[in-house]
């Protein structure tokens, strides 16, 4: 136990982290809100997407935002608590989204930007997740 607390986290890491964890938060807040109220936002949505909404049916498209929040929110956790799998968790929903954002009708660059920037940060910090890991080994 001592020997994690000897270990500090980096600084760009744990920005990296309280930021993640807000858009965590915030994101799974909305889908939240958008739960309680469902028919309104279907009903809304229908009439936004008047002649396509029958193609793309709501459910699957909250359904794939859930799966989302869900992957993100425990990934985050996982990371906090230094785990490699959330760190893998992150990459693997980072490159599905990036998929979805490069397949659409316009390719979003800057969130694409944004993600491989993230992703690429977290790469560098990758020493500070397996070093827990390495260590409970080392002791055993």
Do not use: C, H
Not at 30 to 43: D, K, P
């Amino acid at each position: 136990m001592k020997s994690e607390q000897n270990i500090n986290r980096p600084l760009l890491l744990s920005a990296l982290l309280i930021v993640l964890s807000i858009i965590a938060l915030i994101f799974s807040g909305i889908l939240i809100y958008t739960g309680i109220f469902y028919t309104e936002a279907e009903n809304g949505l229908q009439v936004y997407l008047s002649n396509t909404f029958a193609r793309f049916p709501f459910v699957v498209i909250y359904s794939l935002l859930v799966v989302f929040a869900v992957f993100l929110l425990i990934s985050v956790i996982l990371m906090w608590i230094r785990k490699t799998l959330g760190l893998f968790l992150y990459f693997s929903w980072s490159f599905a989204l990036i998929l979805l954002l490069l397949f659409g009708e316009k390719i979003d660059w800057f969130n694409i930007l944004v993600l491989i920037t993230i992703v690429v940060i977290l790469s560098f910090n990758f020493s500070y997740f397996s070093e827990k890991s390495f260590n409970q080994n080392k002791e055993e």
